[in-house]
């Protein structure tokens, strides 16, 4: 009798033992598997938020800022072509910085005030401390080897002086290039603009005591395909000709998926936007 009680109480005793282990084992399974379901939302959560860092402010191309910003790539007509040509041949290079700041120098007016006309020097000079007052404004990295650049600058090292060449139009028709902002995106570290290029011919026709003007515009450099020709001086006035032309790109005169695209990256510093980097997109 007593050996039967025995062995019904280790019996009960193994059955509880195997369902104690059995719940223990099914309610692993389940946190594994709970587990394995939450690590996908985890990472997808991540990502989101990385996204959500990342995700681009969009900038109006006449608001305050963008004006500032189209203002730094607005090049004028006579340096247009050299400063365009130094930036897709070698980027932002020393050479390419110099251009843009000797086209500051002569087209901003905060900046005429740094050229000097001294009795030692036969044409406008700035110094190479002045000339590094508007590398400063212009550019993240404004650390510049000084050079001469031939038809634009002489540089003097022994008196650290740049005498500049003045330039004019010959002919009866002369280039440049333009561009034409269509896109700005701020994001937290840095704002991209996106600019259409367009490549400009003005031809001049003297006709007894007039002039005939009109101005062949393209999509390439080599000046191949013909986008559109203006006839009168339409774009005789440089402060108007990117809002000239952005007209005629958004009306559909101008095809804009044949036009070419560079990209200029900027960085804030203390409300003044710097140029940091140049590519064609």
Do not use: W
Request: charged letters at 25%; a negative charge; proline letters at 1%.
């Amino acid at each position: 009798m007593k050996s039967k009680v025995v062995t019904i109480l280790c019996c009960v005793l193994i059955i509880l033992a195997i369902i104690c282990f059995g719940y223990i084992f099914l309610n692993s399974s389940d946190k594994e598997e709970e587990n394995k379901g939450q690590e996908p939302q985890t990472v997808e959560e991540n990502n989101e938020v990385v996204e959500r860092e990342e995700r681009a402010k969009n900038v109006v191309v006449n608001s305050r800022i963008g004006v500032q910003l189209t203002n730094s790539i607005k090049y004028s007509n006579i340096y247009s072509n050299r400063i365009i040509d130094e930036l897709d041949e070698n980027g932002l290079s020393d050479k390419a910085k110099l251009l843009i700041a000797l086209d500051k120098l002569y087209r901003e007016e905060e900046y005429q005030n740094l050229m000097s006309y001294p009795e030692d020097y036969s044409s406008t000079y700035v110094t190479g401390e002045n000339m590094q007052k508007i590398l400063d404004d212009t550019f993240c990295n404004s650390d510049v080897n000084y050079m001469s650049i031939e038809q634009s600058l002489e540089y003097d090292s022994t008196s650290n002086v740049f005498t500049l060449v003045h330039i004019g139009y010959e002919g009866s028709s002369f280039n440049y290039t333009l561009e034409i902002p269509y896109q700005i995106l701020q994001y937290s570290d840095r704002i991209e603009l996106d600019a259409y290029r367009i490549y400009v011919t003005k031809n001049v026709q003297m006709q007894d005591i007039t002039s005939n003007i009109s101005n062949n515009l393209y999509y390439d450099k080599s000046k191949s395909v013909l986008a559109i020709t203006l006839n009168d001086d339409v774009l005789g006035i440089e402060s108007e000709q990117i809002n000239y032309i952005k007209e005629l790109i958004d009306n559909g005169s101008i095809d804009k998926n044949s036009l070419e695209t560079v990209r200029y990256t900027f960085k804030n510093n203390n409300d003044s936007y710097k140029i940091d980097s140049f590519k064609t997109i």
